[in-house]
């Protein structure tokens, strides 16, 4: 004869709580219910429900919208309203393992200073996977939804309708639950990250991007672009778009002269803001008002109109342009900056430039006779693929690309080899696969992004045309260094009716536009 449980566990992410969820968790409180095998589940008095809240260091994703700390809150207000005995303990996210069950034990155990044993603990799950681990640990499992009949619906069943705003779905969440939903507004924000085209389920752009390199390379240069956009900021309330991980917030929070700014990193991607948000708190800001947030600024706007003084993006919107609607998304970009700039504010733009009389063709004279052929690198690790192009020349990485390219990125590179070694193609794709060619670790990523979709001028006329005033510093410049150790390597610009070398085209481009007084 078994003695009877302290503990109910209930694992789980949690971002809302059923109607049925808090009836089932009664019954088996009050020792109701039974066992998978069919024994009674004998519980004691004042037996604790323990919403184990998986996944708590995760949100901002499709698979994560809400933050654990919000879900807490909702446990407890759901629970004191049910008149449940309640403990809430977050689980950091971990990846799909077979030790998950003990990882959630341990985690929970830790954090709530118990022994979640099989003894003591009866583990509430419909979930067949979670289930098994738990089983294997000697844990009994009392089935959630599993077993009536009609079967209700599952919680991400219930959060799918609520995304989709389905009917009836209302009815399915614990009125406490749904109050505490629409009170944080957090429907709207599970549905707008439900409704982002350009990210993951895990809120990153891609699935192939090693972010501890991308972090890296932009804290490389964060003085270098410092030093470029400083000279333009206007203090009060200053944006970084597409901070990374703070590396060029964390020189703006030197400089005296915004000692009294608030800086605001904003990114799309949830790994680099976490990283940011770990730098903030091991004191890497010397202004203490630096706040981070994960958003997209073309889905939603995030600041209130004419609010922000200085908004920054340094080579940001080559990437908002490939990972979603092109030039589309820049202008509503655009749009949106104008409206969040307060009148006299500023919006600095560096980035990629794509290189003017961009479909003039050009012969790219490339060391290699023997162009090669493209290798399928789809279940390649990134140290192999960082292998296999070391080894290509110049010709045999122009081949890769031209094969790769056009798949990630949906763009096009038109290669026509007319002799050995030399390539014909439109002087905007030679400078695609140019800037391309050298991020070896990043390739599939990279692949994914064009560099060199606009022109100095389609940017002069989509800045003015929204109501930007461009300052007269503002223009198109080429990054000598990178031509003479990156572009020029192994490689050269010719005439194809002449054969003379042509000079590199501009590569970046530099804008600072105002919002009138």
Known sequence: MTSPLLHVLVPGRHHLITAFQVQ???????????????????????????????????????????PANRREAMIEATSDAAGL??????????????????????SASLTLGLYLTPATTVVACSTPEVAALFRELGYRIVPMEDGFDPQPELPWRVLELAVADGAGWRDLVDPAALRYLERYRLLDLIRATHADPTVSADGDLTQTRDYA???????????????????????????????????????????????????????????????????RDQGAFANPNVFFAQRNLPHAPVFDDRSVHTTITVALTHEISSYGNGVDDLRLLAQRIFQQTAPGGVWINSDVLGPAGGERLVNLVLEGD????????????????????????????????????????????????????VAQMPLRDAMEFLTTRDYRRNWLSECHERFTTMEWSTWRDLLTSVGFELDPV????????????????????????TWESLAWPDTHILTVARRPI
């Open 85 to 106: 005995t309640s403990l809430v303990a977050p689980v950091p996210d971990v990846p799909h393992s077979p030790r998950f069950a003990s990882t959630v034990v341990r």
């Open 370 to 421: 023997d162009p090669g052929e493209a290798t399928d690198f789809t279940a390649w690790s990134s140290d192999r693929i960082v292998d296999h192009l070391a080894a290509l020349t110049p010709s045999q990485t122009l081949t890769q690309f031209a094969a790769d390219f056009p798949r990630l990125s949906g763009a096009r590179c038109q290669v026509e080899w007319i002799r050995p070694g």
């Open 474 to 497: 503002s223009g198109p410049w080429r990054n000598d260094w990178l031509v003479e150790n990156r572009f020029a390597v192994g490689a050269g610009l010719c005439d194809p009716e």
């Open 213 to 279: 390199v991308y972090a890296a390379a932009f804290d490389e240069g964060s003085d270098r672009k410092w030093e470029q956009v400083e000279p333009f900021i206007v203090p009060g309330r200053i944006v970084d778009l597409g901070c990374a991980a703070g590396g060029l917030l964390a020189r703006a929070s030197r400089d005296p002269r915004l000692f009294d700014s608030d800086l605001f990193g904003v990114d799309v991607s949830r790994a680099l803001i976490a990283e940011a948000e770990h730098r």
């Open 24 to 66: 089932r968790l009664r019954e088996i409180l009050r020792g109701e219910a039974r066992d998978e095998a069919g024994n009674a589940v004998e519980m004691t008095n004042g037996a604790a429900v323990v919403w184990a809240v998986t996944s708590a260091t995760h949100h901002g994703t499709r698979r994560n919208p809400v």
